[in-house]
């Protein structure tokens, strides 16, 4: 019995997407639905990649071009630029990105702090490093 609930495991969205990421990745080029859809295995059904493929489109991590009456795909974003993305849709969903972002910082461990410090002198000191609130 619970072979059958482990097989029946529904997996989140964001576990989806990183699966079909994955795949698009290790693909030569670009990869259609029907071959992502393979890759993976596991019994998704083709509707259910196409919806993830579309999501990811939305949310800019993969580009698609016409290859027949179908399309292919290729991965635009790698995990963390995926999760980049997410971060910036919290932040700018929300009034007061200062205090978003200051609480986000406050509960960072000393490592991850450290890790922000050296990314952000890194960034300000090269070239067109430092941003204004309007560029994302």
């Known amino acids: 019995m619970a072979d059958d609930r482990q097989r029946s495991r529904r997996r989140g969205q964001g576990e989806l997407e990183a699966l079909v990421l994955s795949a698009l990745r290790e693909a030569d080029g670009p990869a259609t639905a029907g071959w992502v859809q393979e890759r993976l295995g596991g019994g998704l059904a083709y509707t259910t990649v196409i919806t993830i493929l579309t999501r990811l489109l939305a949310k800019g991590a993969v580009t698609r071009e016409r290859a027949g009456r179908s399309f292919a795909w290729t991965s635009a974003s790698d995990e963390a630029g995926l999760a980049a993305h997410r971060m910036r849709r919290v932040l700018d969903a929300e ?42």
């Not at 009034?95 to 952000?120: I, K, N």
């Open 95 to 136: 009034s007061d990105r200062g205090a978003v972002l200051a609480s986000f910082v406050t509960g960072l461990g000393p490592d991850d702090e450290r890790l922000l410090r050296e990314l952000l002198g890194k960034f300000r000191s090269e070239p067109g490093g430092s941003r204004s609130e309007g560029d994302n």
